[in-house]
């Protein structure tokens, strides 16, 4: 008999047979759209006949620019079940990024949310592969549009028969989705996820020492779907069963507390600037949040402040967790071992800010400069490297690039970490945010999640500059909470950090600023904020 092989047809058959009624709710255009897993796997069931009826093979590349709603969920399993490649485009990408990613992948069709259209109209005759866009809408008329051909996604579902059948026998390692990273130089960096990664990598989602997520949930990714996948967390959801709560497009602050509220979330997921806003319009207005139990906070270090103030005014955790594009993404996950919870309050969230510990299934490195491993004594640091069924092998069609950052079989992840006694990692820099002051590093990140301790401020970001004696010195941007603009100095921010780093530690300057650049997922752009400091 064949091997059994680890495919998301299994996962997408799961939620068909057991979990009909289980609800997924969608932000539209127009309101809150609501069907269950039932209705949902006859639509993905005529999307695939869609794509069948347009020509499109295993292994072509289908691409997608859209928000977190139901329709992308619908491609999610209907191009992968297929047996087509799933490529999420990331609408926040500069119009050459995107235009390079979608030739870089020849991507053949593009479905695209009706307010994204714009997006592809201006590059619409440098796309040479793109052979039709498929327009997803609320109704099934079509926005005017320079695009060509165009059909509508709700028309052609409508046409198409509501069973298909999803072939059994591709292989594992097929490549099931595709996400590109953008590098700090260069084009952006193409990453597959097999079915046989997405498939383990859901699995371990669902460990109760990880997110355990189960049919219980009600989950809200807000994390982007055009990015690593939402985090896993749609596939892992469909196959459990549980609740999913998609905010669609440009959620804000109150949206999302709303969504919460309303819909009974018990899981969120998003990058440390949301939980940041979040808490800023709960501040405000006293949501209702009983449901939840947890925060899920990741893609940039999760300041020790944020995690204190959501316990002691929210009454939820947050579940601090590390990943990246090449890692599926989840790695490390936050949970305090059970006897560290006899720990003093302060030494707790001390080890619930650091990354975490390393999830079942994936293996960790952490080597020095002289190609040493660095001693667990949360002291040595040195670059993390990983590998396992989730971890990427290469860059696609970029062997010059996929060469130094895959030596050995290890990802180098360019993270500068150090891991304590318990085996918990700290991140403690970005490879290329390590401030460099008279050969002593400083960790940017240390440092602006000390100053963010600080009540006054919402946001802080700090940075390098270059420095003739020490060759690079700190310098902090810092974001003054609404109700205290104009009563904070510069001095009173050294002063506050003065009894908690190292003097030499101390930012040369810290500048006041209206907010932080942010990346296209939301976090601090610090090459931005470099550019712009230099230009000062
Ligand atoms: P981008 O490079 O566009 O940010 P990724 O999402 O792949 O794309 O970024 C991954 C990186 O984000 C990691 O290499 C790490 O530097 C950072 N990161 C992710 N999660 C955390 C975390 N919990 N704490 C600190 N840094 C994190």
Redesign the pocket.
């Known amino acids: 008999m064949m091997e059994y092989p680890l495919l998301l047809r299994g996962i997408l058959e799961r939620s068909r047979k057991l979990f009909p009624k289980k609800e997924i709710v969608s932000r539209d255009y127009t309101g809150i759209w609501r069907y269950n897993y039932g209705d949902f796997y006859k639509r993905v069931c005529r999307l695939a006949n869609v794509l069948q009826e347009m020509g499109i093979h295993k292994g072509d590349r289908v691409a997608t620019l859209a928000w977190n709603n139901h329709r992308h969920l619908e491609l999610y399993f209907g191009v992968t079940c297929y047996g087509a490649l799933l490529h999420t485009l990331n609408l926040r990408l500069f119009t050459e990024q995107l235009e390079y990613v979608i030739n870089h992948a020849e991507d053949k069709v593009i479905f695209v949310d009706q307010d994204l259209l714009p997006l592809l109209e201006g590059i619409k005759d440098k796309l040479p592969t793109v052979q039709a866009y498929i327009v997803m809408t609320d109704s099934d008329e079509l926005p005017a549009t320079g695009l060509n051909p165009v059909y509508s996604y709700e028309k052609l579902l409508a046409a198409a028969p509501d069973a298909f059948d999803f072939p059994e026998d591709l292989d594992e390692y097929t490549p099931a989705a595709m996400c590109y ?3 700090t130089t260069g084009d952006p960096k193409g990453v597959i996820y097999t079915h046989r990664g997405l498939y383990l990598h859901s699995m371990c989602i669902g460990l109760a020492d990880s997110l355990a997520l189960s049919e219980t949930d009600s989950l809200l990714p807000i994390v982007p779907m055009f ?2 996948n939402a985090w896993g967390l749609p596939y892992a959801c469909t196959w459990f069963g549980s609740k999913q709560v998609l905010p669609g497009a440009r959620p804000d602050p109150a949206t999302i507390c709303k969504l919460i509220e309303e819909e009974k979330v018990t899981l969120a997921a998003g990058v440390p600037t949301i939980w940041m806003a979040v808490l800023a319009a709960y501040r405000q207005q006293k949501f209702d949040f009983s449901s939840v139990r947890g925060f899920v ?6 300041p020790k402040a944020l995690i204190k103030a959501f316990d002691e005014e929210i009454g939820v955790p947050i579940l ?8 599926t ?1 989840v790695v ?1 996950v936050s949970k305090p071992k059970s006897y560290m919870l006899d720990w003093p309050a302060d030494q707790l969230y001390d080890a619930k800010a650091k ?1 975490g510990l390393l999830v079942p299934g994936l293996e960790m490195k952490v080597v020095d400069e002289e190609g040493r491993e660095a001693a667990w004594d949360g002291k040595q640091i040195g670059e993390l490297w990983l590998r396992g069924p989730w971890i990427a092998k290469e860059y696609y069609k970029d062997p010059e690039r996929s060469k130094p950052a895959f030596a050995g079989g290890w990802l180098h ?3 500068i970490v150090s891991v304590d006694k318990e085996g918990f990692v700290s ?1 403690v ?2 490879a290329k945010d390590l401030i460099k002051s008279g050969g002593e590093w400083i960790s940017s ?1 240390d440092l602006e999640n000390t100053i963010m301790a600080h009540p006054a401020v919402q946001e802080a970001a700090v940075v390098a500059m270059p420095h003739e004696k020490w060759v690079e010195r700190p310098v902090a941007c810092v974001v003054i909470r609404e109700d205290w603009k104009g009563r904070l100095s510069e001095a009173d921010i050294i002063s506050f950090l003065e009894d908690k780093v190292a003097k030499w530690w101390l930012p040369d300057k810290v500048i006041f600023v209206d907010e932080i650049p942010k ?3 939301g ?1 601090f752009n610090k090459k931005a904020l470099r550019q712009r400091l230099e230009q000062a």
């Open positions: 990273t953008t590098a990015h690593v906070c990741g893609g940039s270090a999760a601090h967790a590390y990943g990246m594009t090449e890692t993404p490390l990354q992840t360019s993270d991140i820099d970005r990140v990346t296209s997922v976090k």
